[in-house]
RNA sequence: GCGAGAGUGGCGGAAUUGGCAGACGCGCAGGAUUUAGGAUCCUGUGGGGAUAACCUGUGUGGGUUCAAGUCCCACCUCUCGCACCA
């Protein structure tokens, strides 16, 4: 929607009331938020917004006795703690007791037309923190359950109906909305929390003190904290009958009705006789007929379609019809990967043991736009479908990545923004396997990446680099068996047969572990460097060689498959590249015999050290103290401690 | 406002457990090859500095530590999420 209109078309939106069908996910509200914990391996801020939309709020909804009337309206709070502050109520404008309690008032045709003005606003603008506070007098009072103080109801563009009771206890010392709302309506400020070691008067209050402090003007509570006096008073109210312990969540119940056509359709039935029901289970499912016409208003068809909409009543016989909307697409998406772990089943919506035996999803990859929704709704329905005894897990996903959106210009890639690059230009000129390298290669998957047109061409190039260095190489090692045993290696061999080694361990555990495949891919170009530097002589080196082109190529498969499949065929060999295992690498290979110790002076880098792996801690502080460049630090000096890293650091203190 | 994440060369990024900051790539500069261009190869490339020694440097300011991009505290900026939620 944009400005009112739809982004598309121009045409107006409006809201319109619907009869529509729910998934009761607010059962599971508690569940969902309370297993949170158990995602372990999930990103924080994923587990973060879904906690945020759950929206958890723990409060006592009380009840305001109405002054000349047999009724009292019920407001919900977290604060009760200031209770004694209570002022005013507020109603939201479409709150059921609106119409009685402004029966009476003398600006009634004024209230009625703000009530008329909120219902047509759409949330967003009405519910903005920005937006202006507005607010009516009905004319009605309630009284104040603990002064027992007669006090206005108003009703206020900010008060939602749906959420809580859709009515507050305004107070106004310590609500900084309530706060503003007073001072644009001159209404009362009672002060009722004190802060530790302050005195504030309401006549010197700027804004709204909603910290903690101890209760003032409260009372038998006086004196109390607010912490306990939030319990202590809860109790009395509830004692009193008055109040009742609450909880809120923010998360509302799921609409699945879309009035499309393209959906699975919502496997209802409403028999005149027999009233709504659901498809019998020997029924479902329910398909979407395809011999249809669009209309052209772009409404759904199926409403109009005699052939779909009747239908019989598997209860009675008689005559029934078909809900016509279908399911929100995030139904589907909600269990589909239980029904790939058996996706040929034709008699179930999937096998309950090969789901037991599949699941949870060890790795579960998505774009962060489906922190809330999809994740969210996954979660609630493996639980349902657990408590229908089909799945014996709680949570589907044990690990989570979310991928970055790719931004340009900065924005969202996206359809609408009309920024998109076309892989298509990306794949005609440089091939798929460049265009996938680039995009793998410019930043970790989890991060957003700003699109630059510019470093595809270095991962062009990089294949070029691959692809003459295998075709250079082919006659010398074609037919050579690289299974052969070499021994007697020359120092240059065994650099590149460490470096090989090295680079299958990193891009083994860069892909296996950390799903960071840019630096995997930035090992493999080292990779190649060294090859390009590796001078070969003889036979020993060109079954070296070999080894670490064939390594290469299936390191390098995952990454760009068609030109690694390629070269791999211009090896020789028949069966596909894929069908080769992953390379493993040697720890011996690894294993150095001389390692650069680096010696600092105070923490500074001053000099760097060759020694054997096996120089005792000793002789490496000898060798230190009595290198060249070091001893210009330390003569003269008192040597007051050295910190020896094994393998990689030498700190002299002086 | 609340919550989360991020901030490192001209650019994308690396540094996985506190231990050589800038891997790898782009770009740029110089050179080789070439009739020329392209492609390729070699060299250099954070800043300052006699271009050596050295100094300095990971958003800002403090702190912890022999040692901080990394840990702690405060702040700034950006991105994302939620947002008048009572």
């Given at each position: 929607m944009e400005a009112g209109l739809c982004w598309r078309c121009d045409s107006p939106v409006v809201q319109k009331s619907l009869e529509q069908w729910f998934f009761k996910i607010t059962d599971y509200a508690e569940e969902l938020l309370n297993d949170c914990a158990k995602l372990t391996g999930w990103p924080e801020r994923v587990i973060t917004m879904q906690k945020n939309w759950i929206g958890k709020s723990v409060g006592v909804e009380i009840d305001f006795p109405l002054i000349g009337g047999d009724t009292h309206i019920t407001v919900f709070t977290t604060r009760v703690d200031t209770l004694y502050g209570a002022t005013f109520v507020l109603l939201s404008p479409e709150h059921p007791l609106v119409e009685q309690l402004i029966k009476d008032a003398v600006n009634k045709t004024e209230i009625e037309a703000f009530i008329e003005r909120m219902r047509h606003e759409d949330k967003i603008t009405r519910t903005a923190v920005d937006r202006e506070k507005e607010g009516y007098f009905t004319g009605a009072y309630a009284k104040n359950p603990f002064t027992g103080n007669k006090i206005p109801i108003y009703l206020a563009n900010f008060v939602l109906l749906e959420y809580g009771t859709g009515a507050i206890m305004s107070v106004t010392a310590h609500d900084q909305r309530d706060f503003e709302f007073a001072q644009k309506y001159n209404l009362p400020i009672r002060l009722v929390i004190m802060p530790k070691g302050d005195k504030l008067t309401e006549s010197a209050m700027?804004?709204?003190?909603?910290g903690p402090g101890a209760l003032v003007n409260s009372g038998q509570f006086n004196g109390l904290d607010n912490e306990s006096a939030k319990k202590k008073m809860a109790d009395y109210l509830e004692n009193q009958g008055i109040a009742k312990r609450k909880i809120n969540y923010r998360l509302r119940d799921w609409g699945i009705s879309r009035q499309r056509y393209w959906g699975a359709p919502i496997p209802i039935i409403y028999c005149d006789k027999c009233g709504t029901l659901p498809e019998a289970e020997g029924n479902l499912p329910v398909i979407l007929p395809t011999d249809i016409d669009f209309p052209d208003d772009g409404a759904s068809p199926l409403p109009d379609l005699a052939q779909f909409v009747n239908t019989t009543c598997h209860k009675c016989g008689g005559q029934a019809r078909r809900e016509t909307d279908t399911l929100d697409t995030f139904v589907e998406s909600s269990w589909y990967f239980a029904r790939y772990t058996c996706a040929q089943n034709e008699n179930a919506i999937f096998d309950p043991q090969a789901a037991a035996y599949w699941l949870p999803v060890n790795q579960y990859v998505g774009g962060i736009e489906h922190a809330v929704l999809h994740l969210l709704y996954s979660r609630f329905f493996t639980k349902v479908l657990r408590d229908l005894g089909?799945?014996?897990?709680?949570?589907?996903?044990s690990n989570l990545l979310t991928q970055g959106m790719v931004i340009k210009d900065g924005a969202k890639m996206s359809k609408s923004k009309g920024n998109v690059v076309d892989p298509e230009d990306l794949i005609n000129k440089y091939g798929a396997d460049t265009a996938r390298l680039f995009s793998l290669f410019a930043s970790p998957p989890e991060r957003d990446l700003e699109w630059n047109q510019e470093g595809v061409e270095g991962s062009y190039r990089f294949l070029n680099r691959v692809w003459r260095l295998v075709v250079n190489y082919l006659e010398q090692i074609k037919s050579i068996d690289e299974n052969k045993p070499i021994d007697n290696l020359c120092a240059e061999d065994k650099k590149l047969n460490r470096k090989l080694h090295e680079t299958i361990k990193k891009v083994t555990e860069d892909i296996q572990q950390r799903f960071h495949f840019n630096t995997a891919i930035s090992a493999i170009m080292e990779l190649v460097n060294a090859l390009y530097t590796y001078k070969p002589k003889g036979e020993a080196s060109y079954i070296l060689v070999k080894k670490s082109i064939k390594s290469l190529l299936i390191m390098l498969s995952p990454f760009t498959p068609h030109i690694a499949e390629e070269l791999w065929e211009s090896l020789g060999y028949n069966a596909s590249l894929a069908t080769y295992a992953w390379p493993e690498y040697d720890a011996a290979a690894i294993k150095k015999e001389e390692t650069l110790i680096v010696i600092q002076v105070n923490g500074k880098l001053r000099s760097k050290l060759s020694v054997a792996v096996n120089t005792s801690s000793d002789e490496i502080e000898k060798l230190a103290l009595s290198d060249e460049r070091i001893k210009q630090y330390v003569t003269g000096k008192q040597i007051r401690k050295i910190i020896h890293i094994p393998q990689k650091l030498i700190n002299i203190v002086v």
């Open positions: 700027s804004k709204a003190q909603e089909l799945l014996k897990i709680s949570e589907p996903f």
